[in-house]
């Protein structure tokens, strides 16, 4: 059977609490006790390094995607097991998903919500059925989750679509859930109809 692939979206900056670092370090580490693959964007600054960092320390295979404008910008990390350097960010996010079995955004910036919810827009259009994780570190999406269950009472989401959304404040279970998740999704659609 093969190995698991996890996607881990997170910010290119560190954040200003120390438990943000150690979530990724807990996930990264995770990962390769596991026996999975990290497929994450490629820098080697913020989260991003410390979630590769550990992964790779614990053995794990881990690719990097990012394109040659943010090379400089978020410090592509040349350490890995495959990098690769692409022309946009569309490219990038497609690559990504189809290398991934199951989805999960540690705390970040706007890249870091435009990945998730992209990733979660194609799972509610039906484009994939991998799942998809919320680490909330130290209650750093409150008021995400907040604003979302918002959305749904004023009837612009259905439970149906946050319920997607697996949300937990402990990594390892997470990511245990997401491996059982995973195990039961179907082969990946066509990303490129996106």
């Known amino acids: 059977m093969r190995a698991l692939s996890l996607c881990v979206y997170c910010g290119s900056r560190p954040g200003d609490l120390p438990a943000y670092a150690d979530a990724a370090r807990a996930v990264g580490a995770e990962i390769g006790r596991r026996g999975w693959q990290l497929v994450y964007g490629g820098g080697r600054a913020g989260l991003m390094g410390v979630v590769a960092d550990a992964a790779l320390a614990a053995g794990a295979p881990v690719v990097g995607v990012i394109p040659q404008s943010l090379m400089e910008r978020e410090l592509g990390h040349r350490g ?28 970040g910036g706007i890249g870091t919500f435009e990945e998730l919810f ?73 990303y490129g109809r996106i």
């Open 80 to 107: 890995l097991t495959e990098l690769h350097v692409v022309d946009t960010m569309h490219q990038r996010k497609t690559m990504m998903a189809e290398r991934s079995d199951a989805f999960l955004a540690l705390p």
């Open 118 to 190: 992209e990733a979660w827009t194609w799972r509610q259009l039906g484009y994939h059925d991998k799942p998809l994780g919320l680490l909330n570190v130290a209650g750093y999406y409150d008021a995400l989750l907040g604003f979302l269950q918002h959305s749904r009472e004023r009837g612009f989401m259905a439970s149906s679509q946050t319920d997607l959304l697996q949300v937990d404040t402990d990594p390892l279970a997470l990511v245990d859930r997401l491996g059982a998740l995973a195990s039961l999704a179907t082969a990946p659609d066509d």
